[in-house]
C-alpha cells in the first residue's frame, strides 16, 4: 500500500499551477531507490503482484477476442498511474502489452527507468515519464486501452475529479482497475495501528485513514461518471507469510474493475469533463 497521490481541485485562477504535496513528495523520495528490494518497504507490494497481475491478465482476456500465445496482452495500451519504481509495469510488459509509467517523482522514474534497461524487451515496451495525471489528459485524449491505478486513490485529496480524469484517457469501453483499501474499524486496526506502528510493513505515516475509500463510494463516482463497475473483489495480506488472497469480505483491501461507458454510452453531465475540469487535475503520484 504504499503509495502517493494527490489530487488538488484549485480555483481557475490559479489553474495554471501545478500543486504537489511537498512534504508527501520528501516522504517518499527518501525510499525511491529501494523499490526492488523485495525484501524492504515495498515487500507488500512486490508480493502483491502475485493476484493483481493475474487479475488484470484474465480480467482482459475474457473480454477480448485475440490471444497472442506467450504474449496474451500483445497490442493492449496500458496507463500505470502513480508507477513508481516500475513493480507492476513490468510484469504488464512482459505479458506484451506496451506500458506508459507516470510518476511525479522524477527519483522514482530514474530507478523505473534504470531497472527496465536489464531487460531489451522491457525496454521497448515501457515508457516511463516525470509527470503528473494532469499532463497525460491533456496530450493523451483517449489514448489507453486501460488505467491501472493500484493502491492510489486512499491518497487522492478529490477522488471524483481522479476518476473524470482517468475517464479523459481511457478509450471507449476501456478497463479501469483499482487495489485501494477499506474505510473501516478493522482496516484502522490491521492497516495503520497494526501494519505502520507495530509490524512495520509499511512505515508509519504512510496511511491516513480518513482518506481510506469505501467500495460503495467508489461504486457510486464511478457509476456516475460513465463508468460500469464489473468486479469488486476482497484482498487479504497475511504478514506472515508475506502473501497475498482473494477473499469475499471487502473489509480491508479489495479491487475494482470497471469499464467506461461506449462511444454512444451515457450522456450525462459528469461524462465529459470540461477544460477546467482536466486544467484542476493536476496530481502526483508515487505507487507501483
Request: some cysteine.
Amino acid at each position: 500500500q504504499l503509495s502517493l497521490f494527490r489530487l488538488t481541485v484549485r480555483r481557475p485562477f490559479s489553474a495554471s499551477h501545478s500543486s504537489v504535496d511537498l512534504e508527501e513528495i520528501k516522504k517518499f523520495q527518501l525510499l525511491a531507490h529501494k523499490w526492488w528490494d523485495e525484501e524492504g518497504e515495498y515487500a507488500a507490494l512486490h508480493s502483491m503482484n502475485d493476484i493483481r497481475v493475474p487479475f488484470i491478465r484474465d480480467t482482459l482476456l475474457s473480454m477480448s477476442h485475440n490471444y497472442h500465445l506467450g504474449s496474451p496482452l500483445s497490442g493492449v495500451k496500458i496507463l500505470d498511474v502513480g508507477c513508481g519504481g516500475g513493480l507492476l509495469s513490468e510484469p504488464l510488459a512482459r505479458l506484451g502489452a506496451s506500458v506508459t509509467g507516470i510518476d511525479p517523482l522524477e527519483d522514482n522514474i530514474r530507478t523505473a527507468d534504470q531497472h527496465k534497461s536489464f531487460d531489451p524487451v522491457l525496454a521497448k515496451r515501457i515508457q516511463y515519464k516525470s509527470s503528473s495525471l494532469e499532463e497525460i489528459v491533456e496530450e493523451s485524449m483517449e489514448t489507453f486501452d486501460v488505467i491501472v491505478a493500484s493502491e492510489v486513490v486512499e491518497h487522492v485529496a478529490d477522488l471524483e475529479m481522479f476518476i473524470k480524469c482517468c475517464s479523459q484517457v481511457l478509450k471507449p469501453e476501456g478497463s479501469l482497475f483499482i487495489t485501494t483499501i477499506n474505510k473501516t474499524q478493522l482496516s484502522y486496526v490491521l492497516g495503520i495501528v497494526v501494519a505502520e506502528k507495530i509490524m512495520g510493513i509499511v512505515p508509519e505515516g504512510t496511511h491516513e485513514w480518513e482518506k481510506f475509500v469505501p467500495p460503495e463510494e467508489l461504486e457510486h463516482l464511478l457509476e456516475s461518471n460513465g463508468f460500469s463497475v464489473k468486479t469488486v473483489n476482497g484482498m487479504l495480506y497475511n504478514p506472515l507469510w508475506g502473501s497475498w488472497s482473494w477473499m469475499e469480505n471487502t473489509s480491508l483491501n479489495y479491487a475494482v474493475h470497471a469499464v467506461k461507458s461506449g462511444a454512444q454510452g451515457q450522456s450525462g453531465p459528469t461524462d465529459a469533463p470540461s477544460e477546467t475540469d482536466i486544467q484542476q487535475c493536476s496530481a502526483t503520484a508515487g505507487t507501483a
